[in-house]
């Protein structure tokens, strides 16, 4: 993990390399390209899960009772729209009695500022974990005013995922949220003057559809 950026984790496996290497390929349709990201959305829940907290239970095997656990609070996972939910299949997968809630945040091409058009969360958002879902964290500004909102209707415990972060993106989070947790598979170079990852992936909305 780059020590400058104190709450990012970088998941650094052989098969996340091999699949980021599969979704930055221009070649890669959108099948394969959906295929990857459910992939590495799986390690990066499998990833952030480890925090989560546990409750005692008791479970009755072929032979006898033994104990066992459950998850003491409910997982809300956030992806925003559209982009984020190419990776909620992946997150789904892993933790399948997660809620949803969904943020509509589009990007002005002009002052590359956020501008939200859609906002809908589950009920108790206080004691729940909280995945914010975006695979592109690129100047940080989509990421930090959905982290915004979501704090406003009450969410505590927050980690934000994506694919591919910038060290403009992960700086700026940290400077707006010094609370918030980063899980990303892959730490690129830097931004292009209009706001985009080199080397990036391209659009992962698009690319995801078959919008292009």
Known sequence: MPERFKNFTLLD????????????????QPEGFRSAVKRISNILAVEISKNFKLKKTEVQT??????????QE???????????????AGFLEIIPDAKFGHIGLQR????LNPEEYYFKMPKDLETAEVILIDPML????????AINYLKKKGARNIVFACLVASPQGLARIERDHPDIRIYGAALDRELNEKGYILPGLGDAGDRTFGTL
């Open 13 to 28: 496996y052989p098969l996340i390399k091999r699949d980021i290497t599969t979704i930055r390929d221009y070649r890669t």
């Open 62 to 71: 072929p032979l006898e009772k033994t104990d066992g656990y459950e998850l």
């Open 74 to 88: 409910d997982v809300v996972l956030v992806p925003v729209l559209r982009a984020g939910l190419g990776m909620s």
């Open 108 to 111: 002005n091409e002009t002052t």
């Open 138 to 145: 690129a100047t940080g500004g989509s990421a930090s005013e």
